[in-house]
């Protein structure tokens, strides 16, 4: 007889992330919408970009579908690690200037990060025991519950400790970080980073740095990537994407890194480079090559620069919210080298409860914290990466 994947059955029976905003969240707004129809809502929930693609990036896109139109140009299936021009971007004009010096080799290109968030965990056995930050973007989790490991802890992540959580106090395998942070809108110090590094260098540990928010840093103290921190390319995989960086939420683009210099108890040198490379060939043949042409424009300089001015007008976005949210009354932490603002709602009040009051007092709608893990009760993520009309008219109405 057929059984069915056990894994997968638990997580549908207690609702995924997604699910839970999909049917809780949505419907929450469609009862609001119908009980006041007259009143507007502001979208805040999601981390979805809608400010259009820049042109030089949309030349490229042009460009490279007007190619695969003609025998001479047409380009069929490439190599399922990315094609070498994009990977020798990403380590030349993503990282080397930051004193990163990787190798096209070590660098896995996706379509998007998402995938690899599931993905990455293959390299690692079951019985691994997984540090996660609480709270957390769901998917981590649900992909180790998915791939069948129950030995899980949480890193607290809260106003005490400004939402960078302390070390492990014993032993862990796998320690996921995602900085600059969602949910939480924090930010690490190369202090706070480099602690990290030094744990999972002395008890062979790896890190999963999830660096998608990285260009919306601006204080050039803050590292936007784990390997300025000495040592990092023995101990860390990072993960980078093209959706908040320049837009590509829709043509879908990312990639990974897994340093030759990685290694676990029983790896040399390059075999964990070597494993994924056999997993990606297995599970994925490769990104879209027009989404790949226009993730190398984003990476030229000119490229660069106009996906800079787009991150600006976000972090703008969430200044304005942020100075608005404040003069209503509401604490709010993140919201600098950060899209999301993090929210603490009045003592004693749920996570539901402050989306329900701030949905109908203001019509400004985002995610409960408690959705993001028990850390995140009596908070509300709430996202900037809107159209600056509707920030414009969200404030107002919340003056
Ligand atoms: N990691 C984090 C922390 C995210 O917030 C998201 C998307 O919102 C992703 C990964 C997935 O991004 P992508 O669009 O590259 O798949």
Same mark, same amino acid.
């Given at each position: 007889?057929?059984?069915?994947?056990?894994?997968?059955?638990?997580?549908?029976?207690?609702?995924?992330?997604?699910?839970?905003?999909?049917?809780? &969240?949505?419907?929450?707004?469609?009862?609001?919408?119908?009980?006041?129809?007259?009143?507007?809502?502001?979208?805040?929930?999601?981390?979805?970009?809608?400010?259009? &693609?820049?042109?030089?990036?949309?030349?490229?896109?042009?460009?490279?579908?007007?190619?695969?139109?003609?025998?001479?140009?047409?380009?069929?299936?490439?190599?399922?690690?990315?094609?070498?021009?994009?990977?020798?971007?990403?380590?030349?004009?993503?990282?080397?200037?930051?004193?990163?010096?990787?190798?096209?080799?070590?660098?896995?290109?996706?379509?998007?990060?998402?995938?690899?968030?599931?993905?990455?965990?293959?390299?690692?056995?079951?019985?691994?025991?997984?540090?996660?930050?609480?709270?957390?973007?769901?998917?981590?989790?649900?992909?180790?519950?998915?791939?069948?490991?129950?030995?899980?802890?949480?890193?607290?992540?809260?106003?005490?400790?400004?939402?960078?959580?302390?070390?492990?106090?014993?032993?862990?395998?796998?320690?996921?970080?995602?900085?600059?942070?969602?949910?939480?809108?924090?930010?690490?110090?190369?202090?706070?980073?480099?602690?990290?590094?030094?744990?999972?260098?002395?008890?062979?540990?790896?890190?999963?740095?999830?660096?998608?928010?990285?260009?919306?840093?601006?204080?050039?103290?803050?590292?936007?990537?784990?390997?300025?921190?000495?040592?990092?390319?023995?101990?860390?995989?990072?993960?980078?994407?093209?959706?908040?960086?320049?837009?590509f939420t829709g043509l879908r683009l990312g990639w990974s890194v897994v340093?030759?210099? &990685?290694?676990?108890?029983?790896?040399?040198?390059?075999?964990?480079?070597? %494993?994924?490379?056999?997993?990606?060939?297995?599970?994925?043949?490769?990104?879209?090559?027009?989404?790949?042409?226009?993730?190398?424009?984003?990476?030229?300089?000119?490229?660069?620069?106009?996906?800079?001015?787009?991150?600006?007008?976000?972090?703008?976005?969430?200044?304005?919210?942020?100075?608005?949210?404040?003069?209503?009354?509401?604490t709010c932490f993140g919201g600098t080298n950060n899209p999301y603002i993090?929210?603490?709602?009045?003592?004693?009040?749920?996570?539901?409860?402050i989306f329900n009051q701030l949905l109908f007092k203001t019509g400004i709608?985002?995610?409960?914290?408690?959705?993001?893990?028990?850390?995140?009760?009596?908070?509300?993520?709430?996202?900037?990466?809107?159209?600056?009309?509707? %920030?414009?008219?969200?404030?107002?109405?919340?003056?």
């Amino acid at each position: 007889m057929t059984t069915k994947n056990t894994n997968l059955s638990k997580l549908f029976a207690s609702s995924t992330f997604a699910d839970m905003v999909r049917n809780k &969240l949505m419907k929450k707004i469609d009862v609001h919408q119908s009980s006041y129809p007259q009143k507007e809502i502001y979208m805040m929930a999601w981390g979805d970009t809608n400010h259009p &693609l820049p042109p030089t990036i949309v030349e490229a896109l042009v460009d490279a579908a007007a190619r695969l139109g003609h025998q001479s140009t047409y380009t069929g299936y490439g190599a399922f690690e990315g094609n070498v021009k994009l990977r020798e971007a990403i380590c030349n004009n993503h990282y080397k200037h930051r004193g990163i010096y990787l190798q096209p080799e070590e660098i896995f290109v996706s379509d998007g990060a998402q995938s690899v968030t599931f993905d990455i965990q293959g390299l690692f056995g079951l019985d691994n025991v997984i540090a996660l930050q609480d709270p957390i973007y769901p998917p981590y989790l649900e992909a180790n519950l998915l791939a069948g490991r129950s030995k899980i802890i949480y890193l607290g992540c809260n106003e005490e400790n400004n939402f960078i959580p302390e070390l492990p106090k014993s032993k862990v395998d796998v320690i996921y970080l995602c900085f600059p942070n969602n949910p939480t809108g924090a930010v690490a110090t190369k202090e706070k980073l480099k602690a990290f590094v030094d744990y999972a260098r002395s008890y062979n540990s790896i890190i999963i740095f999830d660096a998608v928010y990285s260009a919306f840093i601006t204080e050039p103290h803050i590292p936007r990537s784990i390997y300025e921190i000495e040592g990092a390319t023995e101990c860390a995989i990072e993960i980078g994407s093209f959706s908040k960086m320049a837009g590509f939420t829709g043509l879908r683009l990312g990639w990974s890194v897994v340093p030759v210099a &990685l290694t676990l108890e029983s790896t040399v040198a390059g075999e964990l480079t070597e %494993m994924f490379r056999l997993s990606q060939s297995i599970r994925f043949w490769g990104a879209s090559n027009l989404a790949q042409q226009g993730g190398i424009a984003a990476l030229s300089q000119q490229g660069q620069q106009e996906c800079q001015e787009i991150v600006n007008y976000y972090l703008e976005n969430a200044r304005m919210l942020k100075e608005g949210l404040s003069a209503f009354g509401l604490t709010c932490f993140g919201g600098t080298n950060n899209p999301y603002i993090w929210v603490k709602g009045p003592e004693g009040m749920s996570s539901w409860e402050i989306f329900n009051q701030l949905l109908f007092k203001t019509g400004i709608v985002g995610i409960p914290g408690s959705l993001f893990g028990a850390s995140g009760e009596g908070f509300l993520r709430l996202s900037t990466l809107c159209r600056r009309e509707d %920030m414009e008219k969200a404030v107002e109405n919340l003056a």
